[in-house]
């Protein structure tokens, strides 16, 4: 089993489906590695511990931590489920990002950016990062968000420990396309 295919299944089970594990996670979106490991070979998957070390390590989003012993691992931000993170409010640089499809951009304009099923919108500190983002999912648009004065405006923004940007909307006189 290779470790994208390894990702995919530990980012869905700790970012929205802890059930398709049976597992629990606490309320700041750990689960127990020994558990998730077993539980994940019952279902047939070739993993243990240094496999999931590998996908931790070599995750190109670092979508994933491991704790200080090892021995818990949570999704580092993207939750459809309720989690707390324990982010700290941090002040954003002057300029964000946000990657989306082209066919997503009459809705944004009219709503503005709405973190839908997830706990937060996503933000990228670069243009690159955005276009990517925005490239899984059709023909890329790169939104430009005003993050320094949606801070000064009394808006709260999140750092997640990947680096990924996080606030709870952005209304539309704050973006450009």
């Known amino acids: 089993m290779n470790t994208k295919h390894i990702s995919r299944f530990l980012s869905l089970v700790l970012r929205h489906k802890p059930a398709a594990l049976n597992i629990e996670l606490d309320p700041q979106g750990w689960a127990q590695l020994d558990e998730v ?5 019952r279902k047939g998957m070739k993993v243990d511990e240094k496999t999931i070390q590998e996908v931790v390590a070599s995750n190109d989003k670092q979508r994933f931590k491991l704790d200080l012993a090892k021995r818990r691992i949570r999704a580092n931000q993207g939750h459809s489920i309720d ?3 324990a982010l700290a409010p941090i002040e954003p640089p002057s300029r964000l990002y ?12 009219e709503k503005g950016l709405i973190k839908g099923s997830r706990q937060h919108v996503h933000l990228s500190f670069d243009k690159t990062t955005a276009h990517k983002v925005g490239s899984r999912h059709g023909k890329p648009v790169i939104l430009e968000i005003e993050a320094k004065r949606m801070f000064d405006d009394g808006f709260t923004f999140y750092r997640s420990e990947n ?13 450009s396309v």
């Open 163 to 175: 680096g990924v940007w996080l606030t709870d909307r952005i209304p539309v006189e704050y973006f």
């Open 37 to 41: 490991i077993e539980k994940m070979q």
């Open 83 to 85: 989690i707390d993170l």
């Open 98 to 109: 946000h990657g989306t499809a082209s066919r997503f951009i009459d809705s944004i304009r």
